[in-house]
């Protein structure tokens, strides 16, 4: 059986004709669906969280510490992650080439929009130490892609 590989630039590609490299291929060829409706679909989640007077947590929530600081850390880390995707993926290079900071601004007003969203919700506020969070969030996300990509290419 034949291992994936990586190419340098970060694609995960199969054998000739594998269904990885298959699916590979489509996901290139159709960047718009494979990439930016993630993001789209993402978005429109945090949206309807922030909608909510009392967002959903699991049991016991309440009692950790932070619980609330977490989940906006990790909501927007994944959002900045998946964002970094799809600039990365546009067949554009000036796109491509500012895809770390593009996915950087995109998220930081998303979360400033997000927060003045919520002050017209009953129950929510419009905090900067949310705003804080959030954007700490997607630049963790940033600065991982970043350390792996680093990492991956000065592997002796």
């Known amino acids: 059986m034949t291992k994936a590989k990586t190419t340098r630039a970060g694609r995960i590609t199969g054998k000739p004709g594998s269904?990885?490299?298959?699916?590979g291929k489509?996901?290139?060829?159709?960047?718009?669906?494979?990439?930016?409706?993630?993001?789209?679909?993402?978005?429109?989640?945090i949206f309807t969280l922030s909608s909510l007077s009392k967002p959903p947590a699991p049991p016991g929530?309440?009692?950790?510490?932070?619980?609330?600081?977490?989940?906006?850390?990790i909501?927007?880390?994944?959002?900045?992650?998946?964002?970094?995707?799809?600039?990365?993926?546009t067949a554009s290079e000036p796109i491509k080439g500012r895809a770390?900071?593009?996915a950087l601004a995109t998220a930081f007003i998303y979360a400033a929009t997000d927060e003045y969203h919520q002050s017209f919700v009953p129950g929510r506020q419009?905090?900067?130490?949310?705003?804080?969070?959030d954007c700490a969030?997607?630049?963790?996300?940033?600065?991982?892609?970043?350390?792996?990509r680093l990492r991956r290419e000065y592997k002796p």
Not at 61 to 68: C, L, Q, S, T, V
Not at 79 to 86: E, P
Not at 126 to 133: E, H, P, Q, S, Y
């Open 75 to 89: 909501e927007y880390a994944f959002f900045g992650f998946l964002l970094f995707t799809a600039y990365n993926s």
């Open 26 to 45: 489509w996901a290139k060829s159709h960047a718009l669906i494979a990439y930016w409706l993630p993001v789209l679909l993402y978005a429109a989640g």
């Open 100 to 102: 770390f900071a593009l």
């Open 126 to 133: 419009c905090t900067l130490g949310d705003f804080t969070v």
């Open 137 to 148: 969030g997607a630049t963790a996300a940033m600065i991982a892609v970043l350390l792996f």
């Open 61 to 73: 929530a309440a009692e950790i510490p932070d619980f609330a600081e977490a989940v906006h850390f």
């Open 19 to 23: 269904a990885l490299d298959s699916a």
